[in-house]
C-alpha cells in the first residue's frame, strides 16, 4: 500500500501564496508521476498540476504562470507553490501519485485525503 501525506493547506488572502506538500510512502519500487488536483462541492475533481518522474510538467490553464510543481524523487515528495492566489482557488486539494510496487506490476493511482484551500477576498 501507499501512502500521501499532505501539508501546507490553510486560508490566504486573495492575491497571496501558499505551499502545499505531499509525501508518499510505502511500497513503491517507481513512480510515473506525481500530481494535484482540486475539487470543489458539486464539481469534479480536477487536475491542477502534474509531474513525471522525469521533470516533465503539466498545468491547468487556469493555473499556468501562478503556481509551480516540483518534486523529490529520492524523497517521493511533491509540492505545489502557489502564488497570486484567486478565490475561484478555493477547493480540496489532492495529493495523486501514480506508482508501482514493482517493475512487473501494473501502475497504480493513489489519493491524499485532501487538504482544504481557501482564498478569501
Known amino acids: 500500500q501507499v501512502q500521501l501525506v499532505e501539508s501546507g493547506g490553510g486560508l490566504v488572502q486573495a492575491g497571496g501564496s501558499l505551499g502545499l506538500s505531499c509525501a508518499a510512502s510505502?511500497?513503491?519500487?517507481?513512480?510515473?508521476?506525481m500530481g494535484w488536483y482540486r475539487q470543489t462541492p458539486g464539481a469534479q475533481r480536477e487536475l491542477v498540476a502534474s509531474i513525471t518522474s522525469g521533470d516533465s510538467t503539466n498545468y491547468a490553464d487556469s493555473v499556468k504562470g501562478r503556481f509551480t510543481i516540483s518534486r523529490d524523487n529520492a524523497k517521493n515528495m511533491v509540492s505545489l507553490q502557489m502564488n497570486n492566489l484567486k478565490r475561484e482557488d478555493t477547493a480540496v486539494y489532492y495529493c495523486?501519485?501514480?506508482?508501482?510496487?514493482?517493475?512487473?506490476?501494473?501502475?497504480?493511482?493513489?489519493w491524499g485525503q485532501g487538504t482544504q484551500v481557501t482564498v478569501s477576498s
Open positions: 495523486n501519485v501514480i506508482s508501482r510496487e514493482t517493475i512487473l506490476r501494473p501502475f497504480r493511482s493513489w
Open positions: 510505502g511500497r513503491i519500487a517507481s513512480i510515473n508521476s
